[in-house]
């Protein structure tokens, strides 16, 4: 009896899952050619200012060791696409842990151990590391991450502040963040004599580092193969080429070796990017029933002098809440940092913790129900645009999550419910997250046993997004998941854009969803027996994601937290957290449940433990370590469901999916942060939450 083809939405297990726990996946840094020497890269030490000298002649002389790469020996790059990958080409040091020598040997603990015996002579000069809401070299940008507008205006936001019979007026800051992900950044390469370049990267996407090792070393992208099958998390930090894989490709040049790099994790704080910190002024006008009538929301924050990234925080306040009058803006400062880069969530993970904060306590100075303030506001179309929303589930994502959570069970009086020592507090926050698309290839082929095969350039990074395809094309295709073969994960394959911005599964899952469709109607005109090679077919979708669209189209969600603060030391436990999201059609149950999980989680340790200082003498990240950069573990991951509301969304692709992997993070600090002030009626505007921090209020 012959399988049906799954439905839409079906808990299909990952395919590559007994692969994973079994050891049979590889991941980059666990591919090792014959004759493989490593690299050991070398950080500067200094925050700003130049190389000397690098003497290397002791190093030279220890066993195993091939060679010492500086800007005085390494090949010279023709023009790399971003700044950052500039790496060996001068003297210059923009920022501490910049890359200054490359030491590659026989074996990793030579090449650790050659990079030890340099002696590096520097100039420093002085630096400035702090971002200061003062800082004179603030300015608008022409435009932020996403290619957002920096400043957007609607009436006049200040006069109308000014007459609202109910204000709030507060400042709330976010630290830098990393995103430190289980596998670090790993490349091996390895040219042939013929010229051309075969890379094993860790990375979101092999297009595009494809690209932009072709235009670092003057290549056509032919001449270029990234495979990428496999990648432990990258939550933005591998969306794009990092300095390893350029130093990998330097030195089996230089070398006429393959080379592995493996970056320490103690190095990654300073080269794969990070979340930068932001200040978020917001000021709320309202009537007394809760309506607002004005919302600002002022941004500062920070970027490198190698390459300008400014996050957009305020960019979600222009979606959230309707009111008459609005201002977003964003102000940065380019400073003696690295280069800031995308986090999960970029802009929408700040911005809302800063929004709906607010939002909480402009509900306490209404004396009103926070979901009742948000479903108060919820606006028919998009408030910055005016376009009419391809569907907005906010509402049924607020009521559904309140009676799941029994939130109108609760006292709405702050520091009243204690056990023992500890005081207990529930908070709520929305969420959301824009539908991003890009253009991408695929194809489909059938074989003459009846069995299919689709290629897609996609990548995996631990969502699950192989199976999710296979499901789309077997769907399409009309025939049983364990019939299609997927092959994703080579710049080889056909082009396809990064896993990032939630945007996919969304992109491929269209590009895979019409190379089926296509066949399965080549296959209904062919007559007689396939052609021994079998047929083909491939499809791109440049031409319906190109745009412009007429509706604005988000995801949305709400987030409900309950949390216990001891009163005695100030540490405070999550003890239970619920999400309901409205994502379109979701695709896989199992793998989506896993993200919304895991993207709260992340949000909890935005709220309670995650944190990167940067110290003003030395220029560098103290916690740079996963000992002193604190990610949620087991014992801090309480009970956590995740829920969703079917969206029948037409506007969308012909899955009628959102993206799903980053608005889970969205509100998740917010609800955190918001319990904390019911459980104690203390409101701290920074985050994260430490015990330090907290105590001093509940003494």
């Known amino acids: 009896m012959s399988q049906a083809p799954p439905s839409l939405g079906s808990p299909v297990v990952r395919l590559e899952g007994r692969d994973k726990v079994t050891g049979i996946a590889r991941y980059a840094a666990e591919h090792t050619p014959p004759g493989c020497l490593h690299g050991w890269p070398v950080p500067a030490t200094i925050a700003r200012g130049r190389v000397s000298a690098v003497r290397a002649d002791e190093a030279l002389a220890l066993p195993g060791v091939h060679a010492v790469l500086t800007h005085d020996n390494a090949p010279s790059l023709k023009g790399p696409d971003d700044p950052i990958l500039a790496v060996l080409q001068n003297d210059r040091i923009p920022h501490w842990g910049w890359h200054i020598a490359l030491v590659v040997a026989d074996t990793l603990e030579q090449a650790r151990a050659g990079a030890r015996a340099l002696e590096i002579v520097y100039e420093a000069t002085g630096h400035d590391v702090v971002l200061s809401e003062d800082d004179p070299g603030l300015y608008v940008p022409q435009a932020v991450n996403g290619g957002y507008p920096a400043v957007r205006e609607r009436g006049d936001a200040d006069r109308a502040f000014d007459v609202a019979p109910v204000q709030l007026d507060a400042t709330y800051t976010v630290g830098a963040l990393h995103n430190h992900p289980m596998e670090p950044h790993a490349a091996v390469a390895q040219w042939t004599q013929d010229g051309r370049l075969t890379v094993h990267d860790t990375s979101q996407g092999s297009t595009a580092v494809r690209d932009s090792l072709a235009a670092a070393f003057g290549l056509r992208p032919q001449q270029v193969t990234v495979v990428c099958e496999h990648v432990g998390g990258g939550f933005g930090s591998k969306g794009t080429a990092r300095p390893h894989v350029i130093l990998a490709a330097m030195a089996a040049r230089h070398t006429g070796h393959p080379v592995k790099v493996v970056l320490p994790r103690r190095q990654l704080a300073a080269v794969v990017g990070h979340r930068p910190p932001t200040v978020h002024h917001i000021r709320l006008g309202a009537e007394l029933d809760g309506t607002l009538t004005t919302v600002a929301h002022d941004v500062i924050t920070q970027t490198s002098t190698v390459n300008e990234f400014v996050e957009q925080a305020a960019v979600v306040t222009r979606v959230m809440y309707g009111s008459a009058h609005s201002r977003t803006t964003h102000r940065v400062t380019a400073l003696d940092v690295p280069t800031p880069s995308w986090m999960r969530a970029p802009g929408e993970a700040p911005g809302m913790y800063a929004l709906e904060s607010a939002m909480d306590e402009l509900a306490t100075a ?137 945007s996919g599964t969304g992109s491929w899952g269209w590009s895979v969803h019409k190379a089926s469709t296509a066949l399965l109607a080549r296959l209904g005109e062919h007559t007689g027996p396939l052609p021994a090679e079998g047929l083909t077919v491939f499809a791109d979708t440049a031409r319906e994601t190109s745009g412009p669209f007429p509706y604005a189209r988000h995801a949305f969600g709400a987030q409900f937290a309950e949390v216990a603060v001891d009163s005695r030391t100030g540490e405070v436990r999550v003890r239970r957290m619920l999400g309901v999201f409205a994502a379109g059609h979701i695709l896989n149950s199992r793998t989506a449940r896993s993200q919304f999980i895991g993207a709260m989680t992340m949000g909890i340790g935005m709220a309670l433990t995650e944190g990167s200082t940067i110290d003003p003498v030395f220029g560098d990240f103290t916690e740079r370590d996963l000992a002193s950069y604190h990610v949620p573990v087991n014992a801090d991951v309480p009970e956590i469901e995740a829920h969703w509301i079917d969206e029948d969304d037409p506007h969308l692709n012909p899955m009628g999916s959102k993206g799903i992997g980053e608005i889970g993070i969205v509100g998740a600090a917010a609800a955190v942060g918001n319990a904390v002030r019911h459980a104690t009626g203390v409101r701290l505007r920074s985050l994260p939450l430490t015990p330090d921090t907290l105590l001093p209020y509940l003494l």
């Open 366 to 502: 209404l004396g009103m129900d926070p979901v009742e303030l948000r479903l108060r506001n919820d606006p028919a179309d998009e408030p910055d645009s005016g376009r009419e929303f391809s569907s907005r589930g906010l509402a049924a994502c607020l009521e559904a999550g309140a009676a799941r959570f029994g939130w109108y069970d609760r006292d709405p009086r702050p520091a009243i419910r204690e056990e023992g020592p500890l005081l207990i507090g529930t908070g709520v926050a929305s969420s959301t997250y824009p539908v991003y698309l890009a253009a991408s290839n695929a194809s489909a082929h059938a074989a003459p046993d009846g069995s299919y095969r689709i290629q897609v350039n996609a990548t995996d990074i631990g969502t699950g997004a192989r199976t999710v395809l296979t499901q789309i094309a077997a769907l399409a295709l009309d025939t049983p998941v364990e019939n299609v073969r997927i092959e994703i994960g080579s710049s080889d394959l056909p082009d396809a854009p990064m896993a990032g911005g939630s």
